[in-house]
């Protein structure tokens, strides 16, 4: 079974920053597009940023201009720097990769990091 392992989550106050990280299998890495979704209490659960295998990113209007999302191919790694952090910011995060062809689907999902954005 494929795992995406996710760190960096936590506590951090009004303002601050984190970064997430999400390492995965290179099988996986080199040919998926990458994903940070995340869901707060009693809400479904959203997309925040992708970043192709090609390297163009896409963010959520609600992160733009203070989440960053990039990958290091050496390292079959992509990260999520967050910046400027509020509190509806407030979620667990999940990784996701994700790949679709013609003839196929591939979707593989990490376990989740918990960030918690409080004074």
């Known amino acids: 079974q494929v795992q995406l392992v996710e760190s960096g989550g936590g506590l951090v106050q009004p303002g601050g920053s984190l970064r997430l990280s999400c390492a995965a299998p290179?099988?996986?890495?080199?040919?998926?597009?990458m994903n940070w979704y995340r869901q707060a209490p009693g809400k479904q659960r959203e997309l925040v940023a992708t970043i192709t295998s090609g390297g163009r990113t896409t963010y959520a209007d609600s992160v733009k201009g203070r989440f960053t999302i990039s990958r290091d191919n050496a390292k079959d790694t992509v990260y999520l720097q967050m910046n400027s952090l509020k509190p509806e910011d407030t979620a667990v995060y999940y990784c996701n990769a994700y790949r679709r062809t013609v003839a196929a689907k591939s979707d593989y999902w990490g376990q989740g990091t918990q960030v918690t954005v409080s004074s």
């Open positions: 290179r099988s996986i890495f080199s040919l998926h597009a």
